[in-house]
């Protein structure tokens, strides 16, 4: 695997995905619709965890001081065993394929794969740096994950987070938007800052994946 062209790439985008904690300083979006969210934050958050397995799809427009802009498709697996990301560019050409189970991780770009006993650790040794990769996918669900520090809007949901890595990168979060789906308020925008990196995440669809398929995954606007 051609190592310098990957990590352009992954740091763009993976690691965009994962670096992930976004940037506090807007506020959600207000739902006016009659779907408010009624629960407690205990009872809002035991649901969110018992929300397996589940499928992203969505968008991701990531902008670098280093590595410059970047746009792509992704589709998002997580299930009891691990998760799987992939990440699309036009006509829903795969660009690169995240894997972990319990069996160790994997990362396939065109140019190759490369494996090791989890992602985090490819990822570090591929960027440089530490990745939560783990955390995000509580993130991604509206969960805290290991957040010390956060914001909740009238509603009960997170708004804004920051998070210290395990190599003291600090990661900034900010929920913008939500969503409505199977009566769980999922985030639908959020936007992620660290070390020069700006990350906007827009999830449009949520489902219930029964598992993680190796076959190419549909995305909105490819296919079915």
Known sequence: MNKTYFKKLISASVCSIALAVFLGACNVMPDTSELVPT?????????????????????????????????????????????????????????????????????????????????????????????????????AVGLPGDAMELQRDDFGRLEQMVVTGEDDTRWNIDFKRYSVFEEMHLPKTVVVESDGVKIDLSFKKWSRAEAVDNGRLSIPGVGT
């Open 39 to 139: 629960q407690t934050v205990a009872e809002r958050e035991a649901v969110l965890k018992a929300f397996l397995p589940w499928r992203a799809l969505g968008a991701i427009a990531i902008d670098s001081e280093t590595e410059g802009k970047y746009n792509a498709s992704f589709a998002w697996d997580v299930n009891a065993q691990g998760f799987e990301i992939k990440l699309f560019g036009p006509l829903g050409v795969q660009l690169v394929h995240l894997q972990q189970n319990k069996k160790g991780a994997r990362i396939t770009d065109r140019n190759g794969t490369i494996e090791g006993q989890n992602a985090e650790a490819l990822l570090a040794d591929i960027l440089g740096t530490q990745v939560p990769i783990k955390q995000m996918q509580d993130w």
